[in-house]
């Protein structure tokens, strides 16, 4: 009995736009999957590769990695300008206000 309820069971789809559950078709992942884990494999050797950069570049530099790693991350984004101006507003309260 147990058995053939978890087989009429289906897992609910994503909804749309509406709130209505969509219908899971599996086709789309089967015919995608191998690029997918290959784009995945990928991106875990390019953060290996970028992180070991910015702790090389880091240590050359004589800066923090975490610093070189938020500055790297605010250049390659669309938000450089906004993160420029936090860091300004903050090192204006650190000089300023102090402790």
């Not at 087989?7 to 219908?23: F, I, M, N, S």
């Not at 530099?61 to 610093?67: C, H, K, M, T």
């Amino acid at each position: 009995m147990e058995m053939q309820q978890t087989e009429l069971r289906r897992p609910r789809g994503r909804k749309d736009h509406d709130g209505q559950g969509a219908v899971v078709k599996l086709e789309p992942v089967r015919e995608r999957i191998v690029y997918l884990v290959g784009l995945y494999r990928d991106s875990e050797a390019a953060s290996t590769v970028l992180a070991e950069g910015i702790k090389d570049i880091a240590e050359k530099a004589g800066l923090q990695a975490s610093v070189v790693r938020k500055f790297i991350a605010a250049k390659a984004g669309e938000k450089f300008a906004e993160k420029k101006r936090d860091c300004e507003q903050l090192s204006l309260l650190f000089k300023e206000v102090g402790e």
